[in-house]
């Protein structure tokens, strides 16, 4: 079996975006998963799949089991214990996908926004920037000639809800966390670039819905295979 | 009764070792089958729900529990005759490691929107059935032993106690559902986590299913469902004593407190 050569970390790898990232590259890049709360629908290395009606058969869906690492991306002090997990795992990170996400759709007049906005926060903008730092830390400031060599680089997934106004959804700290993210990653761009890194956000409309799926995750690795930096490629309908 | 692999759709299932060693899976059957499996099952519930126990509908059968049950008698017709087949039996037997027994309960539970949820259990019960032939399947009769006490007419002889082995949760008719609306069941890796902290949440997806061997650790349990109602097939193969007091240790048993 071909030695995969590209290690991707990816945060919301439970998630709806994170399986289809798995199911459709774990045979492309050794993905580092990062989940919480569910558990990564595929293959890991303490998941396995198994033929109910011929349990001893050896199955494909197994060939490329992705690592798993649990962590609570709301914790910063979990967020530090993650990368030094990440690097008892590894030597490089060549690929960084922030898939992790909340909703916290809500009126901005209800009950404890507040505190669901630091939340929201949190996941959508400084986990992201607390683990981008961390990572170009212990991975990548030490060789910035290797990483731009290597073709190192880090996506965001955003929304266009960081750009657009949908009104009446409830999206507004949402959307002004993907705003926020957004215009970090212009600014990731800008200062890893002095260590070789590139850094690039996929802003989607609703997917499956109105966006395919398969799309957003054409745009993540067109950008890992690109020389861009700085972009936020927008895939969307605009609204009317 | 259509053979196993003639029925069977998704032939990948996944085993997780989180909080406790289960399966799940989806697409467990083809799209016919889960059809005519779906259509016998809404019969069923077309019946109506009973307030009291009553082994012709869906009834408040289990005290303490907020849901409606039914089981199915080894002769069962139809689709959900497959959960009492031999063949199922012993491809649920052969994933956990259980020494197939004839013994086996099928039902199914069907929760109204707004039921609360159930708690933390781990199914490492002992049972009773009257005493079957190797090769047979005998499912539970009340009439003559009761399935948790064991009491009734049947003499001493012709009845045995026997451990749940495993558990098969089905899931079917709970068609729309999505995250937040609940029904899910939790799992959890100790008896004394709050319900509403399951370490996991398996959703009943229609046509999935998550099984586990029932140990001194299998904990779980039903999660309130707040927008549609919830329904499942249920099904569990035995061990027995022997088996589950070497593997176990007959002092872990979860004794029936009602």
Redesign the interface.
Known sequence: MEELTRTCVLTGASGALGTAFIRRHAGDYRILAVHH???I???TQ??????????IRH?P?NERPVRAFRADLGDPRDIDRLVGDLAAHTDGVDLVVHAAAVRGWTSLLAEGVTELARAVYQINVLAPLQLTCALAGRFWRADPDANALAGRNVVTVSSTAGLYLYPDLGQGLYGSSKAALNHLTYHLASELWDIGIRVNAVAPDTFPGRVATEDVLEAITGFDRSDQTGVVRTLDRRPA | MAALGSVIGNRAWLRRNHPFPHVVARDVFSGDFYAALDAQVAGILGRGLSETPDPGRFSRNIPGYDSYGIGFGAAAPGPVGLFLTAQWRDTICDLFGVKATPYVFAGAHHHAVGSASGFVHNDFNPVWFPRADEDAIRTPDAARCDYKTGTGPLPEEEKVQVVRGAVVLFFLRNHGWRPGDGGETGLYADARDPVDAPALRCPPVDNSLVAFECTPRSFHTYLSNTRLPRTSIIMWVHRTLDEAGRTFGTEKLERWKN
């Open positions: 709360r569910s558990a629908d595929g293959a303490d998941q396995s799949y198994v033929d109910p009606l011929d349990p199955l869906e």
